[in-house]
């Protein structure tokens, strides 16, 4: 596979991100941990019904350790924390600590071999960041006046643990996709023990709220994260980390077509500096395709 075709099918993973939003409030008031656990063995079941087209996609699964330990990491807690990050912290907060993963990428892509940070890598991304607070902000301020919290901590434990598992699958890139599947299905089955001792359970009301509990699970986390792994394993990953940052934005125009929010300066502003941002940092790619 190229690396222009893999860099484009993880860009299909952002693209599906950006429902996340509107499925989310589609589905109604299903409490998060019910949320991962169901929408999370949609995706792992979806995923793994490849075995049963190709059984030896099964042999995916056998992996040392360290990379069930990265997949853990990577989707699991990395969720877990999420979720707790927004109870114990303001969510506008968190959600902007959370959303540093798109930099951190592509400064710790600057450790893989053969990948070389060059300035308008960095550029692209902290462009992308500004548009991202912008839109998490509306542009508006965020002051901790609080202080710093715990859900702040678990926020920016979140921006690491994404960024390193989406890095470090660099280093295991002969690992084939399939194991995506069991990653999804670890992460259900802890979601379901956390929901058990700590929620209450609250079924979807409707026919259309189910349907977004379904589409959530398909997409965004499911085919999202195979997408995801390939990219960021065979594309070009620093491309992929700067252009993440077009995630809350097309989530955000989506909110907005949909009705569920409304059109302002700040989104104008965040449209300009995440279009041009994700431009800048895939430059190299863009000219070379035009050569």
């Not at 960024?163 to 890139?173: A, D, E, T």
């Not at 001792?197 to 699970?217: M, R, S």
């Not at 965004?220 to 960021?232: M, S, T």
Request: glycine share 10%.
């Amino acid at each position: 596979m190229s690396r222009g075709k893999a860099t484009f099918i993880g860009f299909t993973a952002i693209l599906m991100w950006t429902f996340l939003a509107l499925l989310t409030a589609a589905s109604g008031a299903i409490p998060p941990f019910q949320m991962a656990a169901m929408t999370f063995s949609i995706g792992g079941l979806t995923l793994a019904s490849r075995w049963l087209i190709r059984p030896d996609a099964m042999r995916g699964l056998l992996q040392n350790w360290q990379v069930w330990l990265l997949g853990t990491f990577g989707l699991c807690v990395y969720h877990c924390l999420y979720f707790f990050a927004l109870q114990n912290a303001p969510p506008v907060e968190a959600s902007l600590i959370a959303y540093l993963w798109p930099l951190l990428i592509v400064l710790f892509s600057a450790l893989l071999p053969g990948e070389n940070l060059r300035l308008h890598h960095i550029i692209g991304a902290l462009l992308g960041l500004v548009g991202a607070i912008l839109i998490i902000t509306k542009g508006g301020t965020v002051g901790f006046s609080a202080g710093i919290k715990s859900g702040h901590l678990m926020a920016l434990a979140c921006a690491f643990i994404w960024s390193g598992y989406s890095v470090l699958s660099r280093r295991f890139g002969e690992v084939p996709t399939d194991v995506v599947a069991g990653y999804c299905l670890i992460t259900a089955l802890v979601a379901f023990i956390l929901h058990i001792g700590l929620e209450p359970t609250i079924w979807p009301q409707t026919p259309n709220q189910w349907w977004a509990v379904i589409l959530l699970g398909l997409f965004p986390l499911g085919l999202g994260f195979y997408a995801w792994d390939i990219g960021v394993k065979k594309g070009d990953i620093m491309v992929l980390g700067a252009s993440s940052y077009a995630a809350p934005l097309l989530s955000t125009l989506i909110m907005v077509f949909s009705g569920f929010a409304s059109a302002t300066w700040a989104l104008a502003g965040a449209c300009v500096l995440i279009t041009l941002g994700a431009a800048i940092a895939a430059k190299d790619m863009i000219f070379k395709s035009n050569l």
